[in-house]
Nanobody, 118 residues
Framework: QVQLVESGGGLVQAGGSLRLSCTAS?????????MGWYRQAPGKQRELVAD???????NYADSVKGRFTISRDNAKNTVYLQMNSLKPEDTAVYYC???????????WGQGTQVTVSS
């Protein structure tokens, strides 16, 4: 019943910034969901980039610490990923999904493409 739609991806030069958005719709109680951003680059496994709990606690992959910030606006049913100082190795399709202790809940969507040129 929950639908998650990612947006905000695009082409950016190294050192630039993008802000991704993930908006949830359907009959849900978004405020109680922990949410995460994942990414998958060509030829690589999907990896967790950042997550945020219902209370606002956050975690980040070592590769993005200090550059990316995850946040949420429960009134808008939206999770954001602010990406600064982008590097070519950040190029990937980015996905959002509900998280729980030990993994994810639900199905993967289409994601949004982020391409960083050098």
């Amino acid at each position: 019943q929950v639908q998650l739609v990612e947006s905000g991806g695009g082409l950016v030069q190294a050192g630039g910034s993008l802000r991704l958005s993930c908006t949830a719709s359907g009959s849900i109680i978004f405020s109680i969901y922990a949410m995460g951003w994942y990414r998958q680059a060509p030829g690589k496994q999907r990896e967790l980039v950042a997550d945020i709990s219902s209370g606002g606690s956050t975690n980040y992959a070592d590769s993005v610490k200090g550059r990316f910030t995850i946040s949420r606006d429960n009134a808008k049913n939206t999770v954001y990923l602010q990406m600064n100082s982008l590097k070519p190795e950040d190029t990937a399709v980015y996905y959002c999904i509900r998280r729980y202790s030990g993994g994810t809940f639900g199905s993967w969507g289409q994601g949004t493409q982020v391409t960083v040129s050098s």
